[in-house]
Nanobody, 114 residues
């Protein structure tokens, strides 16, 4: 199984980014998927999760109303639309097959600063 994140970058506070995750070698369409993040010097923190059929989406309180998780099972892709980004969102973002970050890829860096 392989997960590969992309789309990170540097934005100013209030800006937006959309990050992506390409999955291969696993039955992507059958499993829940998570976005987790790790800020410098901190542990992994779950951000959002989505069920296999996109019937359920849940968010950490810190991103609720600002981030949107989605998936395209036909393309084995997972997405995270991040709006109204704040400096505290600065972290490396990973897609994963569990809340503890199992199977995560190398991640993509998101930096929010003015």
């Amino acid at each position: 199984a392989r997960l590969m994140e992309s789309g990170g970058g540097r934005v100013e506070p209030g800006g937006s980014l959309r990050i992506s995750c390409e999955a291969s070698g696993l039955a992507f369409w059958r499993i829940w998927m998570w976005w987790v993040r790790q800020a410098p010097g901190q542990g992994l923190e779950w951000v959002a999760k989505i069920d296999s059929n996109d019937n359920t989406r849940e968010y950490h309180d810190s991103v609720k109303g600002r981030f949107t998780i989605s998936r395209d099972n036909s393309e084995n892709m997972l997405y995270l639309q991040m709006d109204n980004l704040q400096p505290e969102d600065t972290a490396r973002y990973f897609c994963a097959t569990s809340v503890s970050g199992d199977g995560r890829g190398p991640g993509t860096q998101v930096t929010v600063s003015s």
